[in-house]
């Protein structure tokens, strides 16, 4: 499995929330980093071009706000889920 998740978050983010919700549920690792009270993260979001949270990083690609698809698609990518299997008629 490649490097862990990272979630940069916010304090009274509900997007955040969702993300961290998200990722538990899957039982995916994640680390989170609160721009609001670590400088340091807030200086790396700021390096990977964004300013407002959430940002998920998962192996290397950026997803910011919460687009289920999109990080579900990710995810297995990555490793960390498998396929979905389609529902059967």
């Given at each position: 499995?490649?490097?862990?998740?990272?979630?940069?978050?916010?304090?009274?983010?509900?997007?955040?929330?969702?993300?961290?919700?998200?990722?538990?549920?899957?039982?995916v690792?994640?680390?989170?980093?609160?721009?609001?009270?670590?400088?340091?993260?807030?200086?790396?979001?700021?390096k990977?071009?964004?300013?407002?949270?959430?940002?998920?990083?998962?192996?290397?690609?950026?997803?910011?706000?919460?687009?289920?698809?999109?990080?579900?698609?990710?995810?297995?990518?990555?490793?960390?889920?498998?396929?979905?299997?389609?529902?059967?008629?």
């Open positions: 499995m490649p490097e862990n998740v990272v979630v940069y978050s916010s304090d009274n983010c509900v997007p955040c929330e969702w993300v961290k919700k998200y990722l538990a549920r899957k039982a690792p994640f680390t989170v980093y609160n721009v609001s009270h670590d400088e340091r993260a807030l200086q790396e979001l700021e990977l071009g964004f300013k407002a949270t959430p940002v998920t990083v998962i192996n290397g690609q950026c997803f910011t706000g919460f687009n289920q698809k999109r990080m579900e698609e990710a995810l297995v990518t990555s490793g960390y889920l498998k396929p979905s299997q389609p529902a059967s008629a």
